[in-house]
């Protein structure tokens, strides 16, 4: 049964976030709210991953938030938890059965914590867990916002706000990740490895066109020019990115507005640094993407602050902070919740529920100018993680 903002697995609504509600909603104003959720009739289905390490933690804050914001703008959500990650890989020696896979495909989106566990090796739970789901849901699009909030120090001297705003579209089911790679003779001072990259035609045209789309919305809601850069390499990559270069020349001719441009990937790790203001939406490799997304984090503060989605429009689609598992710090309230509270947002967004995005940002916002959440490093904001959820959640 769908219930307002209720979540069914443990992260039910806390006294504080009723007190808010109280607070800010009047009894008539609740009673309107309810009557336009049976008239649209809209329940979304979100499954909730906490994952391993501070994943529950950040998690728990961001269903907090997400629970105020869905209550003051009258909309229904219900979450079932599932158990996927280190500590049932370690009990089970499964990762990611094909039975819940197959549940998970029914649900609107797919809220998703942190992965990864110091007991079990690197690559078995990235594989078999994250990996495995935006392959086996097409998840074809990571999106990676990259914004500079007010009261957020960056290492870019002299850059604010207006500067740092743009987002990032890696392409997310091919390149290097898509195939195993192997080697011969290995352990000799004859092995040879190989690892080999997969670009399709269809891969790179969705995504392109995607981003194309995401440059028109945003310009129209900013009301600036859109702009889409391309990153590659295909001045040495001439094969696979080579295909990349013409897809985008001929996406763009079905796009006269919208302004274009084409960075190799060393000049525009570059730019990034020294210009950030003059991207808006920038399309790339999975490879590329990967490691520019991070550039992207440090230069808006840093990686407690960044969201991310992975997404296949209109289905099921995944989002999660960018941030890992950080087991040393797990349990002790240290983490920073921000990104997973604003991948929430993004989440939302996503389903079409965009007074709800703009309500959490918008407390996300305030909480950082109140100067309370002195740096969004673990164990130096001056606030423990519930405590920083407290905050965002007072702002809704």
Not at 63 to 68: G, N, S
Not at 198 to 221: D, P
């Amino acid at each position: 049964m769908c219930v307002n903002s209720t979540n069914a697995e443990g992260f039910k609504p806390s006294k504080f976030v009723d007190s808010i509600l109280r607070g800010k909603i009047s009894a008539g104003k609740m009673k309107a709210l309810k009557e336009v959720q049976a008239v649209k009739g809209q329940c979304y289905k979100i499954a909730v991953i906490p994952g391993d390490g501070i994943g529950a933690e950040v998690v728990r804050e961001g269903l907090k938030v997400l629970e105020v914001a869905c209550r003051a703008e009258g909309v229904s959500y219900e979450t079932v938890s599932f158990d996927i990650g280190g500590e049932r890989y370690l009990r089970t020696g499964e990762t990611l059965p094909e039975s819940v896979l197959d549940e998970l495909r029914r649900f609107d989106a797919i809220y998703f914590g942190a992965i990864g566990h110091p007991d079990v090796p690197p690559g078995v739970l990235e594989r078999g867990i994250l990996l495995k789901l935006r392959f086996a849901l097409d998840l074809f699009v990571n999106l990676r916002p990259v914004k500079l909030y007010p009261g957020v120090e960056t290492p870019l001297k002299g850059k604010t706000p207006e500067d740092i705003d743009f987002v990032v579209v890696r392409e997310n089911t091919e390149d290097v990740y898509a195939l195993e790679g192997t080697s011969f003779q290995p352990n000799t001072e004859n092995e040879v490895a190989i690892q080999p990259a997969i670009y399709t035609r269809r891969g790179t045209e969705r995504v392109i066109r995607y981003a194309f789309e995401l440059a028109v919305r945003r310009a129209k809601e900013r009301g600036k020019p859109a702009k889409v850069t391309l990153v590659d390499k295909a001045n040495v990559m001439t094969v696979g990115h080579g295909l990349w270069r013409r897809v985008f020349g001929e996406v763009a001719k079905e796009y006269p507005d919208v302004e274009t441009e084409a960075l190799y990937v060393d000049a525009a790790a570059m730019e990034f640094v020294l210009h950030p203001e003059r991207f808006q939406v920038v399309v790339t490799t999975n490879l590329f993407g990967d490691i520019l997304t991070d550039l992207g984090a440090a230069i808006q503060g840093g990686i407690g602050i960044a969201p991310s989605g992975n997404i296949h429009p209109g289905k099921v689609s995944m989002f999660e902070p960018v941030h890992g598992s950080a087991p040393t710090i797990a349990g002790k309230g240290l983490a920073c919740p921000l990104a997973a509270i604003l991948t929430a947002a993004l989440m939302m967004e996503h389903l079409g529920e965009t007074k709800v995005a703009q309500r959490i940002e918008e407390a996300v916002t305030k909480a950082l100018q109140t100067g309370k959440i002195r740096s969004l490093e673990a164990g130096k904001m001056g606030l423990s993680t519930q405590e920083v959820g407290d905050l965002v959640a007072s702002f809704v």
